[in-house]
Nanobody, 117 residues
Framework: QVQFVESGGGLVQTGGSLRLSCAAS????????IGWYRQAPGNQRELVAD????????NYADSVKGRFTISRDNTKNTAYLQMNSLKPEDTAVYYC??????????WGQGTQVTVSS
């Protein structure tokens, strides 16, 4: 399985920004769609953004569209999530994995994002 290490979370005020990173092991990363997920306490894990293997196509959940930007650097086996105009409802643990083959990736520890009002 591909291992993921997420980083970049923290505590920010409403309207602030954070940039998350997802480092993947191995070279399979570069041939698969990668997605960012989040899970808030008491909620199911949800997919918030994904990006094609080449980086040419992206998709976003309605709740983050226009505020978050997903990108990837296949030379570094790393995906990123730029989060702007953060809201308290964005508070969650953020993870990355392969949306089409989640069993191929091993869920990491995630990175905590907390947005204060």
């Amino acid at each position: 399985q591909v291992q993921f290490v997420e980083s970049g979370g923290g505590l920010v005020q409403t309207g602030g920004s954070l940039r998350l990173s997802c480092a993947a092991s191995g070279n399979t990363f570069r041939i698969l769609v990668i997605g960012w997920y989040r899970q808030a306490p008491g909620n199911q894990r949800e997919l918030v953004a994904d990006i094609s293997s080449s980086g040419g196509r992206t998709n976003y959940a309605d709740s983050v569209k226009g505020r978050f930007t997903i990108s990837r650097d296949n030379t570094k086996n790393t995906a990123y999530l730029q989060m702007n105009s953060l809201k308290p409802e964005d508070t969650a643990v953020y993870y990355c994995n392969f949306p089409s083959l989640p069993s191929f990736g091993s869920w990491g520890q995630g990175t905590q994002v907390t947005v204060s009002s």
